[in-house]
């Protein structure tokens, strides 16, 4: 497995009066578990984290690295190591076709275009996906989307592979059809998600809440620790 190294890795942003905002505190932690979940509240700071890993933010201070590989200075090599699947497939599919996505993610590893192109098929294929390899991604349901933008990024066999809620936009089928597909991939994982059942097929689970990781544990310890956290937020008069 990858070391995940965060080094007093704190994220500040400037907000629209000018103002300093910390959106992550000064966080130390060492991942190397094969599948890690993220848990926590809308705007606690999941992404930032996650986003972290692969160099696409930088800490403001304090440092992220990856077996070694510093986001800020081995930034190419970074991305190279840890692919990163988004939320909304939108945001990662960008050609007409799932064939000419992969082939565009293949572009550096891959020279030769006919070889291209096979590999691309190949990968699509691990996916179930070969059929609609030529269909306008358009046409794609919102479930074989999310799959496609999983073939793209593992195409150029990443060995970790960071996920922010790749399930949150699916219903319940696809939603079962993304789960299945990752419990059988190799790849370490650092998945963010709402989903709890989903947080809880993990081996280790941060939460976070309010810009700082609240609980490091036990998938199982994790999601008892944060519903015990929301149910303390919610008034007594409307707790049931
Ligand atoms: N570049 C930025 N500029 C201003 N504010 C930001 C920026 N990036 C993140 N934030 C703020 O930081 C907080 C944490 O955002 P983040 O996206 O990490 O949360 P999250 O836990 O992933 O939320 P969600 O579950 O809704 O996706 C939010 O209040 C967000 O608005």
Do not use: C
Not at 44 to 73: C, F, Y
Not at 125 to 143: I, N, P
Request: hydrophobic share 45%; charged share 25%.
């Amino acid at each position: 497995m990858s070391v995940l190294q965060l080094d007093g890795a704190a994220v500040a942003v400037t907000d629209l009066d000018g103002d300093s905002k910390t959106v992550l505190a000064p966080t130390s932690l060492t991942l190397t578990e094969r599948r890690i979940s993220v848990i926590g509240a809308n705007g606690s700071g999941k992404s930032t984290l996650l986003r972290l890993l692969n160099g696409l933010v930088m800490p403001s201070e304090g440092s992220v690295t990856i077996d070694g590989l510093d986001t800020r200075k081995d930034g190419a090599k970074v991305r190279r190591r840890v692919g990163f699947v988004f939320t909304d497939p939108a945001a990662q599919l960008v050609m007409p076709t799932g064939r000419e996505d992969v082939e565009l993610s293949l572009r550096r590893l891959e020279k030769d275009p006919r070889a291209r192109s096979r590999r691309a098929m190949a990968a699509l294929e691990r996916f179930g996906l070969a059929e609609l390899a030529e269909q306008s991604v358009y046409e794609l349901s919102g479930g074989e989307r999310q799959l496609l933008a999983i073939a793209t990024v593992l195409a150029v066999e990443p060995t970790v592979l960071v996920l922010d809620e790749p399930t949150t936009l699916l219903d319940l089928r696809n939603r079962e059809l993304v789960r299945s597909l990752l419990a059988g991939l190799d790849q370490q994982m650092v998945l963010a998600t709402h989903d709890l059942d989903l947080a809880l097929d993990a081996d280790r689970s941060l939460v976070i809440d309010d810009g700082r990781v609240a609980f490091d544990g036990s998938p199982a310890a994790a999601v008892a620790w944060y519903r015990q956290l929301v149910a303390a937020e919610i008034p007594l008069e409307r707790r049931k």
